[in-house]
């Protein structure tokens, strides 16, 4: 007897089959993706639609199939036939989710689903209780066994191996799911074409159904329990993958917190938190080998004066490159780091001792001696190092980097541009720095500070022409504290502009005092620090502290530095130029310590140049210092400057001097800067000298 196909129920099987294949393959990564009760939820959710799927499938095919007699199916051993798609679709399920497949388990898996397959397929088929009953062809029925065994293979390979969920592997999900519903459906009907009804088969099993009807129904319910099963994976995977951009966010969120409070947000580099952290690390670690770790505390000269003259972006330009640079000097496993501010500190590990360190410090040194170029600048800038070696000098970061910062301090006060290793001596620099940095805020209120001054003389008739005011500050209990010792400070902290600015008021104010009381009319110089310089409202000090003491410009002198002017020297000439404008006279201060282009000398409306101290010192015997101070002479005097000579101590130098033509000089051979009431004494001694009769004391201060 044989039987006829439904076409379009042979096409519905095919697609709850590709239908089912698909939603196996997705339930493969969800369950692979989940973890504890969700994973064994979706194994045991998964195993029963895939279950209902593959066997709807295999029961609309066999209702697509039409023998001439009324046909039936038993309903225990249809049950029974879809049990057995569930368990093996459990089995799948379970073998594609595992973390790995090995070829073992997929030759072992595959053959016990391809039977599990078979059982199923032929127990419907039994459920036909046909009499006599069917009998099978045996290639026919080899050759569905052998392809239920193949196609789960490929099935459970592709299902292992597709678990991920980017947007190639949806496709390729697709494009298998169509091949294993072919395999699935092919199985099928191979089956169905080995068995063999005999011509006068009855069924046996009740009651009769009406084949369109109940492979209707039984489609409609699979697709919908498979399409629930697939939107159900959808939305799980959404929110799975949702989790995990929230998870993934909130740990970046969390790594960027880290990196935020170990870093320094201008320049990247690691805080003084991290800083301590790897210290220790490093002491721990250098207590084991026979190595030590150095701190080098490395804080920038006059930093200050670029932030106040370029501004804060310059500055802040100027700091990621010094950082950058201080990067390129040290190894790999060693740590740059910033404190704040101008200030770096470096941990160097394994180091032999404070010699290998002087010599990362040089190189330091070194590699910052080149220019900067911020916003079109060449800028130039200087470290001071400090640096402290453990264990020698301590075995905790705070005290690693406390000392190597007293050294940084000591090698800032030993003239900047250099380094210094720390020792006991100098424990103490460190709380007196900050002690003095409070005080200097308050001197100014105090009435701390003084003027003292120093004449300045004709070389030719030995008559006072001026005087040179400098500052001191009566420190409470430090005594009579020189520049030197404050100046900087003042200079890095700002202070030195309302400093300055009383600086100026007095010594115009004490001059036009001098000259009020009948003494002979002379110049009164002040010091004009870089950060002052560079002050905006320089000229507004000048001309008010002009007019407030009615004192004639051209008795005011003020001295800049040569390296001061040097350093920017077309910004320098504006500046000059308006001060020169007021009418007061204008010294370049210490010349010869810095690089003067003699064209811009030229260039700069100034009156006098004043050689360094350190030329004079050893002028009478020193031929190089001589030719040094013979041709800066020459040079002033064809630039129409008068000359003056600083720190002439001996009648020796002031005969030389005398004999290049120098103009003035100035310097303890005549005397040392003195109190305001002191000079007074000089300059009416002088007075008397040359028939002036002076009146009465008139010292302001
Ligand atoms: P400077 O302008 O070069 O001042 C001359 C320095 O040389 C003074 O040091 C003075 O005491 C010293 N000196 C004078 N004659 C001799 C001598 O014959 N032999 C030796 N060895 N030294 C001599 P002082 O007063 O300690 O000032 C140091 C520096 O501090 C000054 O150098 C100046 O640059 C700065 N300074 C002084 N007062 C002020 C101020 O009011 N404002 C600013 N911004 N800087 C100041
Ligand atoms: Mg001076
Ligand atoms: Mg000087």
Redesign the pocket.
């Known amino acids: 007897m044989a039987g006829v196909y439904n076409y379009w129920l042979v096409f519905i099987s095919l697609l709850v089959a590709i239908l089912a294949s698909y939603t196996a393959l997705d339930l493969a990564s969800r369950i692979s993706a989940s973890k504890g009760p969700a994973a064994r939820a979706w194994l045991v959710g998964g195993a029963f639609s895939m279950g209902t799927g593959i066997w709807s499938m295999h029961f609309i095919g066999m209702l697509a199939f039409r023998l001439p007699i009324p046909m039936a199916y038993d309903v225990p051993t249809t049950i029974f036939s879809m049990l057995i798609a569930v368990v093996v679709s459990g089995f799948a399920l379970f073998t594609v989710s595992r973390d790995t497949l090995s070829t073992r388990n997929l030759i072992a898996g595959g053959v016990l689903m391809g039977l599990g397959i078979c059982a199923m397929h032929y127990t419907g088929m039994a459920a036909m209780q046909t009499h006599p009953p069917i009998t099978y062809d045996a290639v026919l029925f080899a050759a569905s066994v052998a392809i239920a065994v193949t196609a789960s293979h490929a099935a459970l390979w592709i299902a292992f191996t597709l678990r991920s969920a980017s947007d190639w592997v949806r496709y390729a999900k697709l494009g298998s799911a169509i091949i294993m519903g072919f395999a699935i459906t092919g199985m099928h009907y191979t089956g169905m074409a080995a068995a063999r009804f005999a011509p006068d088969s009855i069924c046996l099993s009740g009651p009769v159904v009406d084949n369109s009807w109940m492979a209707g129904t039984l489609a409609g319910t699979t697709f919908i329990i498979l399409c629930i099963t697939l939107a159900l994976s959808v939305l799980d995977t959404r929110m799975a993958s949702k989790t995990a951009n929230m998870a993934d966010s909130l740990q970046r969120a969390n790594d960027e917190l880290q990196r935020l409070a170990l870093h320094d947000p201008l320049t990247q580099l690691p805080n003084r938190l991290l800083l301590e952290d790897r210290i220790d690390q490093a002491i721990a670690h250098a207590e084991r080998g026979k190595f030590k770790c150095a701190v080098l505390f490395v804080d920038l000269d006059r930093f200050k004066m670029v932030n106040d003259s370029l501004g804060h972006f310059a500055g802040d330009e100027l700091l990621r490159s010094v950082a950058n640079r201080l990067q390129t000097v040290v190894r790999g496993e060693d740590t740059v780091s910033r404190l704040g501010g101008d200030e770096f500190v470096i941990l160097l590990r394994d180091v032999t001792g404070p010699d290998n360190a002087t010599e990362v410090a040089d190189k330091i040194l070194h590699a910052l001696r080149e220019p900067f170029r911020i916003h079109e600048q060449e800028l130039y800038i200087t470290p001071s190092i400090g640096i402290s070696v453990s264990p020698l000098h301590g075995d905790t970061s705070q005290m690693l980097i406390t000392r190597a910062d007293a050294a940084m301090y000591n090698a800032k006060q030993a003239g900047r541009n250099n380094c210094r290793i720390y020792s006991s001596s100098m424990s103490t620099f460190f709380p007196q720095r900050l002690m003095l940095e409070n005080d200097l805020r308050r001197a100014l209120g105090r009435r701390e500070l003084e003027?003292?001054y120093?004449p300045k003389v004709d070389v030719g008739n030995n008559r006072v022409v001026g005087m040179?005011?400098?500052?001191r500050w009566r420190h409470p209990h430090r005594g009579l504290l020189?520049?030197?010792e404050f100046?900087p400070l003042a200079d890095d902290t700002g202070l030195?502009v309302p400093?300055?600015r009383w600086?100026i008021t007095e010594a115009c104010a004490q001059n036009k005092a001098w000259q009020s009381a009948g003494l002979h009319e002379l110049r009164v110089a002040?010091?004009?620090?870089s950060a002052?310089f560079r002050q905006k409202d320089l000229l507004d000090t000048v001309a008010h502290a002009l007019a407030a003491s009615s004192l004639a410009p051209e008795c005011l002198e003020l001295?800049i530095?040569e390296s001061v002017v040097m350093a920017n020297p077309s910004e320098a000439i504006v500046t000059l130029e308006k001060l020169s404008q007021i009418g007061v006279q204008i010294a370049i201060?210490?010349f010869g310590t810095g690089y003067s282009s003699v064209n811009y000398l030229k260039r700069f409306p100034i009156d006098n140049l004043?050689i360094?101290?350190s030329f004079i010192r050893d002028v009478s015997s020193d031929m190089d210092d001589a030719a040094i101070v013979r041709a800066t002479i020459g040079l002033a005097h064809n630039l129409r400057l008068r000359v003056v000579a600083?720190?002439?101590?001996t009648e020796d130098q002031l005969q030389f001097l005398r004999s290049l033509g120098c103009d003035e000089y100035?310097?303890?051979?005549k005397s040392?800067?003195v109190p305001a009431a002191e000079f007074e004494r000089i300059l009416r001694a002088e007075s008397a000298e040359h028939k002036v009769t002076p009146l009465r004391i008139v010292a302001t201060s």
Not at 646 to 649: I, M, T
Request: no cysteine; charged share 30%; aromatic share 8%.
């Open positions: 003027l003292y120093q040179e005011a400098l500052i020189l520049p030197d100046i030195i400093i300055g600086v002040v010091n004009i620090s002052q001295e530095g201060d210490d004043k360094d101290r600083e720190g002439v101590e100035q310097g303890y051979y040392k800067p």
